[in-house]
């Protein structure tokens, strides 16, 4: 029976119709709802229209947008950094908000996740802040040297000095020798000093730095030859998984990339904020605004997922999907166009 109405699908003529009752129900001619298979297998019509509970509202301005978002582009930009003060404040805010909708499952996710994060993020490395904050203080240092290098009272005894504290800042940078030999080299005619004084200068820094380089390459190789020979038995599976090219965890996120997905604290953010706080970022928060389904139904995590990849596609047309918001009627941008969303203004009763 279920087959041969799926089949009568395939044939409608020109008088036969689908109707969508309720968002995502439909029924045929003969007042059959359709079951998910046959939905999936004929052309049904899908309601676009704006629910009745909607119309009327306070749109939110392109400002309050702008503003929103540039605030949770930052609240991203900390959670990035891996910091406790900032990802365990914001855990707890949206456990918070799960439990005020009754929510205990997601609530728990929340509160899981966080304690989760709470012996992971440790683990994670840091040495990209701790190079930024490395080079800052380099760049210091060698520019007080040099500036106290070239003046009118620095005499060799000076100058060997600062071209010490030149010399132990340059060895470690990716600078070839004739490039700090020429950095040098022009530092010196600035000084005081005698071309005969400059040259003796010159050979005793450019002989520290070469033996401390030919030192650190060699203590490299005993340490790869070290980590080379260590047993496997010592590495666990978690550096194996870390470690190895071939993972599934580096295959997935390969597929992702080539997609277009940046896989992150952005997508994770508004896909979870989006959905699981009422259409409410901390940014749309403080703004007063928060998205809306056309139909004025909760967005689902698999609609927020896709809304927040309509991000990527606004950058992907020079902007001008997110600047369409100035002259389209319900100011959609094009995250918008793509999940069938709004975003409205909530501090305000309707405006007609």
């Keep these: 029976m279920v087959e041969q109405h799926c089949m009568s699908l395939h044939n409608f003529d020109g008088t036969a119709t689908i109707t969508e009752t309720t968002p995502g129900v439909y029924i045929d001619l003969n007042g059959q709802q359709l079951t998910s298979q046959q939905v999936r297998e004929v052309v049904t019509p899908h309601d676009f229209t704006v629910a009745n509970a909607l119309v009327g509202r306070s749109l939110a301005k392109p400002w309050r947008r702008g503003v929103a978002i540039a605030l949770d582009g930052v609240l991203i930009a900390l959670l990035t950094s891996g910091s406790f003060l900032f990802l365990l404040p914001v855990a707890a805010y949206l456990a918070y908000r799960c439990h005020l909708q009754h929510n205990n499952r997601r609530r728990n996710i929340v509160i899981a996740f966080a304690l989760l994060s709470l012996f992971l993020l440790p683990l994670m490395p840091g040495e990209t802040d701790e190079r930024s904050d490395y080079n800052i203080k380099e760049g210091v240092l060698i520019t007080t040297s040099a500036i106290a290098l070239t003046s009118t009272e620095c005499n060799a005894e000076c100058a060997d000095k600062q071209l010490e504290n030149i010399s132990e800042q340059l060895r470690g940078s990716k600078l070839t020798d004739d490039e700090i030999n020429s950095m040098i080299t022009d530092l010196l005619e600035d000084s005081i000093l005698t071309p005969a004084e ?81 259409g409410q970022t901390l940014g749309k928060a403080c703004m007063a605004i928060k998205v809306v389904q056309l139909n004025n139904t909760p967005l689902t995590l698999w609609q927020a997922f896709g809304r927040q990849g309509g991000y990527s596609a606004g950058f992907a047309t020079g902007l001008l999907g997110f600047i369409q918001i100035y002259w389209d009627p319900n100011r959609q941008a094009i995250q918008d166009k793509v999940a069938d969303t709004l975003v409205l203004k909530i501090s305000t009763e309707n405006k007609y």
């Excluded at 450019?206 to 401390?212: D, P």
């Excluded at 060699?218 to 194996?240: F, G, M, P, R, V």
């Excluded at 870390?242 to 990339?257: E, F």
Aim: aromatic content about 12%; glycine content about 6%.
């Design 198 to 278: 400059q040259t003796v200068a010159l050979n005793k820094a450019m002989s520290n730095i070469k033996q401390h380089r030919q030192q650190a390459a060699q203590q490299a190789t005993d340490k790869l030859i070290q980590t080379t020979t260590q047993s496997e038995a010592d590495t666990s599976w978690w550096q194996k998984l870390a470690q190895s090219d071939h993972s599934v965890l580096k295959w997935l996120q390969g597929i992702l990339t080539d997609l277009g997905i940046g896989f992150g604290w952005a997508v994770v953010y508004f896909t979870v904020f989006i959905s699981w706080n009422g």
